[in-house]
């Protein structure tokens, strides 16, 4: 599967943004989804994923309460909605999939497919 990811942008601290990450080449609803941000001169650390169906959300713990992720199976696209916005945000933000349906998985090698990347920055 091909993954394409977009809207990134700056923003102001406590301002929000949509993250989108359309996928391609196979079949979408088969992968668990998620996203992944790097931070500079840092490793690459798990943000959400989302189940098969999207009913199930898992979140890492800096960033509950504040990010949602969604997806929409009929157009092959997953969302990082992204509210309450702080500098430590500042990454550059992968959108990723893997196959089976455990979508509780946070390590970056137990997700098989990547997209590019999207910049999102934060200021203060």
């Known amino acids: 599967v091909q993954l394409q990811a977009s809207g990134g942008g700056l923003v102001q601290a406590g301002g929000s943004l949509r993250l989108s990450c359309a996928a391609s080449g196979s079949t979408f609803s088969r992968y668990v989804m998620g996203w992944f941000h790097q931070a500079p001169g840092k490793e690459r650390e798990f943000v959400a994923a989302?189940?098969?169906?999207?009913?199930?959300?898992y979140y890492s713990v800096s960033v509950k309460g504040r990010f949602t992720i969604a997806r929409d199976n009929a157009k092959n696209t997953v969302y990082l909605q992204m509210n309450s916005l702080k500098p430590e945000d500042t990454a550059v933000y992968y959108c990723v999939a893997r196959s089976g349906n455990d979508f509780t998985r946070a390590n970056a090698y137990e997700y098989d497919y990547w997209g590019q990347g999207t910049l999102v920055t934060v200021s203060s």
């Open positions: 989302t189940s098969l169906s999207g009913r199930g959300t």
